[in-house]
């Protein structure tokens, strides 16, 4: 019997929680659409545009996942509460731990689709999107084709001036620190690129030695540096943390640790993601503890209303302090984890109220 009632349950919220992420999709999409509009040029015109949106769908929705699933519970739970089968179940025996047990299962399906969503869909899309933009609206202009970067291994900077997609680098500056972080010596290669052993191949090299006796200038028309900085690492430097996976922040803190780099924003972003999806779990709960209150008896509307409020403060919250995690220093666990901590009070808190 609680399989069949877990079932049921779990067929009304995930109904309910696709049909508000299609309906916040469809506004986010059109908001979306409308802010490209202005970036149009070179072969970016309106079909690009509206590819672009579309591709971007499938992060928007991991973003908006926390905020659905409330919606999403509290209109399917409530509709269950409304016509009495709630109290019905409770009736039968079902107490509020087993009905919590049975609405976590829902949760952790959204969880595990969430998690699916934010790995494997969402970022590698949103990063073609982002190149395709990129290469479309400056394809007659190979100049603007491409993207500066600074990397660092150990006690070398490199500075790329032109990174396009096939991973050529055009001009390359490197600067040589000494033990005391001195410079010690700078190099500028004309052309530059990663061969296919992940060696970098550096075209006319002019160096420039820093030594105590003097200036010493070296110049190779082709030399070969090995660097602890492959294709995939440079990719990752290139890419906004919004559209990398979770795999590939790790990566790309682990190498910003080991070289003594500030790592904080990409350890907000990492944070922030686990939090999120664990949040998705926590809200069909939430909304199980306000159907047994006054949203029982009443409509629709004020279910959605009181989803908005939540799921619109939540979001807030978690900008909010992410941002000004990073501008004050703080922990990125903690303040990633934060609204959901508080999310997770008033849950337990609201269901131990219910008799």
């Not at 991991?62 to 399917?76: D, K, R």
């Not at 990174?163 to 033990?179: A, I, K, Q, R, T």
């Amino acid at each position: 019997m609680n399989s069949i009632l877990s079932q049921y349950m779990m067929r009304m919220i995930l109904a309910s929680t696709a049909l508000v992420l299609v309906v916040l999709l469809a506004l986010a999409g059109l908001f979306e659409f409308i802010a490209e509009l202005d970036d149009m040029r070179g072969d970016y015109q309106t079909p690009r545009v509206i590819l672009y949106t579309f591709l971007r769908l499938p992060q928007l929705a991991f973003e908006m996942m926390p905020v659905a699933a409330l919606i999403g519970s509290l209109l399917g739970l409530g509709s269950l509460a409304a016509n009495g089968e709630i109290i019905v179940m409770r009736s039968a025996g079902l107490s509020i731990r087993k009905l919590s047990g049975m609405v976590a299962v829902t949760g952790f399906v959204l969880l595990v689709s969430t998690a699916l969503l934010g790995e494997f869909i969402g970022p590698p899309l949103d990063y073609f999107a982002r190149n395709m933009r990129l290469e479309a609206r400056f394809d007659q202009d190979d100049e603007r084709l491409g993207n500066a970067t600074w990397v660092r291994d150990g006690p070398v900077i490199l500075h790329l001036e032109r990174v396009s997609p096939e991973f050529e680098f055009g001009s390359l500056y490197m600067f040589l620190l000494n033990d005391r972080n001195g410079l010690s010596a700078i190099a500028r290669a004309e052309n530059s690129g990663i061969d296919d052993d992940d060696q970098w191949v550096l075209e006319n090299l002019h160096e420039t030695r820093f030594e105590d006796d003097g200036v010493q200038v070296v110049e190779s028309s082709l030399a070969i540096e090995s660097f602890d900085i492959d294709v995939e690492l440079l990719g990752i430097s290139l890419v906004k943390p919004q559209s990398l996976s979770g795999e590939g922040l790790m990566t790309y803190i682990a190498y910003l640790e080991r070289n003594s780099l500030d790592s904080r924003r990409y350890e907000t972003e990492l944070w922030y993601r686990i939090a999120r999806t664990t949040t998705v779990m926590i809200m069909p709960i939430l909304a199980l503890a306000f159907v047994f209150g006054s949203l029982r008896t009443g409509g629709a509307g004020a279910r959605l209303m009181i989803g908005v409020v939540i799921g619109l403060g939540y979001y807030l919250a978690s900008e909010v302090l992410a941002n000004s995690g990073q501008v004050f220093n703080f922990d990125p666990a903690v303040i990633a984890w934060l609204p959901s901590a508080l999310l997770a009070i008033v849950t337990v808190t609201a269901l131990s109220r219910i008799r």
